[in-house]
């Protein structure tokens, strides 16, 4: 059985910090591109940010460049998304994605966490 289970979501109020971990089980964790997605009440799910296989790359979207990054630990199956000065514009249902390479097979979908940014 293949699972995405996200972890770390909660009420922080502006600038704080948190780690976001994504627990994946049922499929060869190393082989997959993995990434965040979010979405907010009203509006459509939105790329957040992707690390490669090995961790050795990491692209984020531009509304989180200098605030988010990613990181994975292939030995515990677990990827992160580190957010840090966070926003009220980053409040949102966060999901994890696994990817794997071209031809390999399809992609999961976690059932996500809620980060609510308020003061």
């Known amino acids: 059985q293949v699972q995405l289970v996200e972890s770390g979501g909660g009420l922080v109020q502006p600038g704080a910090s948190l780690r976001l971990s994504c627990a994946a089980s049922?499929?060869?964790?190393?082989?997959?591109?993995m990434s965040w997605y979010r979405q907010a009440p009203g509006k459509e799910r939105e790329f957040v940010a992707q690390?490669?296989?090995?961790?050795?790359?990491?692209n984020v979207a531009d509304s989180v460049l200098g605030r988010f990054t990613m990181n994975r630990d292939n030995s515990k199956n677990t990827a992160y998304l580190e957010m840090t000065s966070l926003e009220s514009e980053d409040t949102a249902v966060y999901y994890c994605?696994?990817?794997?390479?071209?031809?390999?097979?399809?992609?999961?979908w976690g059932q996500g966490t809620q980060v609510t940014v308020s003061s």
């Open positions: 690390i490669s296989r090995n961790g050795n790359g990491v």
């Open positions: 994605h696994a990817s794997p390479a071209i031809g390999e097979g399809g992609t999961y």
């Open positions: 049922g499929f060869d964790f190393s082989r997959y591109v």
